[in-house]
């Protein structure tokens, strides 16, 4: 038990307070989105709706839902999530697991790190990286926005890092007993570093999610475009012919109010599978963060 000081509680007052005002300004556009998308017509057009609907209505969902072209770029978007969610954890893993090891054990690590952070501090460019993709035949294609994104070096170093924490005693132990170094990755290092896992995860599910530059350049088909690519051209570009929207299905509800379903649908998905890995994401980030 410690004492605590007049200017402690000071302190720690003003930080709630910090964090509260942070939370509430995550929060309160997110509110306003779903009242807007709750709302009427005539309440959204004249812009009289804060953080509860006015008119209370689910139209804009149902139009949201049964228009093609959303659901398409939904199930799009997801299977973009998954397979570049599987691969980038595949590679990163390999990657951070190799890489962990010392110039003893792996004579090459140097040369391969340097070049990894080479990659973080030098790119391309947007041009030398559409040629190259129209050059491998990926264009219009899942792949153009999968592999170019397949490997982040951020990543990769948190793993990395976390992989290094774990005592060497445990791969001596089951080497002595005639573990290869595939039962050890396996059976050793993938169920301790969960922690990292689910964090680096939870890094490339929402990348691939939110990212929809890629979409719009490497995309010819508008039915390729994933969900992100789609709500970037409807509530941006307001290019509502582009996505082969009918005019006729908006004029008993405000562009404003689809707007806003849309949008808290391309939201929610994110917001659903946060909780159940938050658990994990702390611990992730600090102990990845500890060594070089």
Not at 84 to 98: D, L, N, P, Q
Not at 108 to 123: D, E, I, K, Q
Not at 162 to 188: H, N, Q, V, W, Y
Not at 200 to 222: C, E, R
Request: charged letters at 10%.
């Amino acid at each position: 038990m410690y004492h605590k000081t007049t200017a402690y509680r000071w302190f720690n007052a003003v930080n709630q307070l910090f964090l509260i005002g942070i939370s509430l300004l995550c929060i309160l556009p997110l509110m306003h989105v779903l009242a807007v998308s709750f709302s009427g017509k005539a309440a959204a057009t004249a812009n009289m709706i804060t953080l509860w609907p006015v008119d209370f209505t689910v139209e804009s969902y149902l139009k949201t839902v049964n228009n093609p072209n959303f659901i398409q770029s939904l199930f799009y978007s997801v299977y973009r999530t998954v397979l570049g969610t599987g691969i980038g954890m595949a590679v990163t893993v390999f990657a951070g697991y190799a890489l962990s090891k010392t110039y003893l054990e792996f004579k090459s690590r140097n040369a391969y790190m340097w070049f990894f952070v080479f990659t973080m501090l030098f790119s391309g460019g947007l041009v030398p990286n559409y040629i190259l993709i129209t050059n491998l035949g990926l264009i219009n294609t899942i792949w153009a926005l999968v592999l170019p994104s397949a490997l982040s070096v951020y990543n990769m170093i948190l793993l990395m890092n976390f992989f290094r924490t774990i005592p060497a005693e445990l791969e001596e132990a089951a080497t002595m007993d005639g573990a290869g170094i595939i039962r050890i990755f396996f059976k050793i290092h993938l169920p301790i570093s969960m922690p990292a896992l689910v964090t680096i995860t939870l890094f490339t599910l929402v990348f691939h999610w939110n990212s929809w530059f890629d979409g719009l350049i490497y995309m010819m088909d508008t039915d390729k475009y994933p969900l992100a690519t789609f709500l970037q051209t409807i509530v941006v570009q307001q290019d509502f012919s582009k996505i082969s929207i009918d005019p006729k299905d908006l004029e008993n509800l405000s562009q404003r109010t689809v707007k806003s379903a849309q949008i808290f649908i391309g939201a929610l998905p994110i917001m659903l599978v946060y909780p159940f890995l938050q658990k994990f994401f702390i611990k992730g980030i600090v102990v990845g963060a500890v060594k070089e």
